[in-house]
């Protein structure tokens, strides 16, 4: 049912891909999934570690891809979005961000969406710097980042989930908070480092 998280019992701990098979220096004995919602899916697998011994090994799989904009405007200051997110109880500034719904839309329309959704803007310029993987030990999440300039201002659209406020800082400002540790977001600050490269690659 869509929206609605599905733990699965123990007793319904059934395989979820695949048997035996060799991941590097692991061998993977069983596989079954712990826990399904619209988001996210936990995999849990008996392994042979790299010595031999037996264990177990969790993996979170993200359904969607993230995506991560840096939007610089004609005054060279970087649109930052504000808000309280849930897992840490905490408010954080960061680059406007989401996810990409796998089969239906590309990376690069999820991120125009998601800057068009949390700050109003529309880019005329995009450039794409690259990809990046969120937190590789325990899932596959990977995100794409992007860097849209020519930044025309309208109304956001905010979906039920959002609170978001919006700030401009110059971009090197922006850079400082990042270095500084005000800005502690991973997408934030690898986004703003890449797109520091860049835009010092493009004026070389």
Excluded at 33 to 40: A, G, L, R, S, T
């Amino acid at each position: 049912m869509d929206g609605e998280a599905k733990p699965v019992s123990s007793g319904d701990n059934k395989p979820a891909g695949g048997g035996e098979a060799r991941i590097g220096p692991w061998t993977r004995l069983r596989r079954r999934e712990v826990y399904d919602n619209p988001w996210i899916r936990v995999r849990e697998d008996d392994v042979l570690r790299p010595d031999g011994s037996p264990g177990i090994y969790g993996t979170v799989h993200f359904k969607n891809l993230a995506v991560a904009v840096v939007p610089i405007d004609d005054e060279g200051q970087v649109i930052l979005v504000g808000q309280h997110r849930y897992p840490f109880d905490r408010y954080f500034w960061e680059l406007p961000e989401g996810g990409c719904v796998l089969g239906k839309e590309a990376p690069a329309e999820a991120a125009a969406r998601e800057l068009r959704e949390e700050t109003g803007c529309t880019a005329a310029r995009w450039d794409y710097l690259g990809t990046l993987e969120l937190s590789n030990s325990c899932t596959d999440e990977t995100g794409h980042l992007f860097l849209a300039r020519g930044l025309t201002q309208g109304a956001q659209e905010f979906d039920a989930t959002e609170q978001i406020a919006v700030r401009r800082v110059p971009f090197e400002e922006a850079w400082r908070m990042a270095m500084e540790g005000e800005l502690t977001e991973s997408l934030t600050v690898a986004s703003l480092a890449r797109a520091r490269h860049f835009l010092g690659r493009e004026r070389a």
